[in-house]
């Protein structure tokens, strides 16, 4: 072959790389880089709408999120038979699902994904983690989650006894999700949910107490929160599953008090107080991991330009709430020392509770 042939052929290499990607044109003007991923935008329009009040951080988005949880962690590295992982089998058998005990609370917002993704025609497992991924971008500092689509409609439902309850012990926790494919440390960067959460079972009495006193952000107050000394309750005493918390108003999960304070998970809960873009990377990354359980990546289609940008976080560190001192950090690990943090002045933190939708 001749130096002139060889060089046509280069050249020509050369241009068809640097030729640009015909983008499919979406609704409203809107491109995508893979023509599958133009409905999505119309999803995204209609839940940010209907779903969650106009783009709000509120409780739809809290449950949202939880459900991306519930639906995936049906699954077992070592036994196909307990689920089917990221499937949408908590909405197609959702009269199974939502009864098991780890569930309670779920059916609601099942109920409402379930029309919009029937509307949509897409399947219930690509649209609950959708709506999570959506939902956690209207939230201040959130993370932009990567979106594969494609999963298929599910054909059996999840085993109960696969999502780790607050009752659990840390040895209970790390081995049901080790089974699932997380290591601890992966567990408490999948935590960082609870940044924006709230409960209505665990205390039935207090709708809507949430788990840090920022539940509309997602920032690392929950990290320094659940670590310092608790002194009450905020309803009507000790429930299972629940410990005292340092804030009138915030509920204390026992398995949260425990993880922080547990030696193999310890360090990598405190690494969060003063990193904010480190909870967040470490988010994504536990979230993808999560969201495509009972899946291979490689089969699915990366949608993930339609998922917003969140807004930037406020503060990349944790505050001692007003009120509190380092002496009431009751910090766990032993390789590095507590982070200095700010303190925040005035009265005595309380949180409001998180009003029903």
Request: charged letters at 15%; one cysteine or more.
């Amino acid at each position: 072959m001749s130096f002139k042939t060889v060089f046509a052929l280069v050249s020509l290499a050369v241009l068809s790389f640097a030729m640009p990607t015909k983008r499919a044109v979406c609704s409203n003007g809107r491109t995508a880089s893979n023509a599958a991923c133009c409905t999505w935008f119309d999803v995204l329009d209609d839940i940010q709408e209907n779903i969650f009040d106009g783009g709000e951080c509120g409780e739809d988005v809290h449950e949202s999120l939880r459900l991306t949880f519930h639906d995936a962690i049906g699954f077992s590295q070592s036994n196909p038979a307990v689920g089917g992982g990221a499937d949408g089998s908590i909405i197609a058998f959702s009269d199974i699902e939502t009864n098991f005990h780890a569930n309670l609370g779920t059916d609601d917002i099942v109920e409402v994904q379930r029309p919009f993704a029937i509307k949509h025609n897409v399947s219930f497992g690509d649209f609950i983690q959708f709506a999570g991924a959506v939902g956690v971008s209207n939230c201040a500092g959130g993370p932009r989650l990567q979106f594969l689509a494609g999963r298929p409609n599910n054909t059996f439902p999840a085993q109960d006894l696969t999502v780790p309850e607050p009752t659990d012990s840390v040895t209970a926790i790390l081995s049901r999700m080790g089974d699932a494919g997380f290591n601890p440390e992966e567990i408490v960067d999948l935590l960082a949910s609870h940044s924006v959460a709230a409960q209505d079972h665990v205390d039935p009495t207090i709708h809507g107490s949430p788990f840090d006193s920022t539940p509309s952000a997602f920032d690392p107050q929950i990290f320094v929160e659940v670590l310092l000394t608790g002194t009450l309750f905020p309803g009507n005493g000790s429930n299972p599953g629940e410990v005292l918390s340092p804030l009138p108003g915030e509920l204390r999960l026992q398995s949260d008090a425990l993880l922080a304070r547990d030696p193999r998970t310890a360090c990598e809960w405190q690494s969060f107080v003063n990193n904010h873009d480190l909870m967040v990377t470490r988010f994504e990354a536990a979230m993808a991991k999560l969201a495509i359980l009972g899946h291979n990546a490689r089969d699915l289609i990366d949608c993930s330009e339609v998922i917003p940008v969140p807004n930037s976080a406020t503060s990349n560190t944790a505050s001692l709430p007003a009120g509190f001192s380092m002496g009431e950090v009751e910090a766990s690990c032993d390789t590095a020392p507590f982070p200095t943090i700010p303190s925040i002045a005035g009265p005595e933190t309380s949180v409001a509770r998180v009003p029903p939708s």
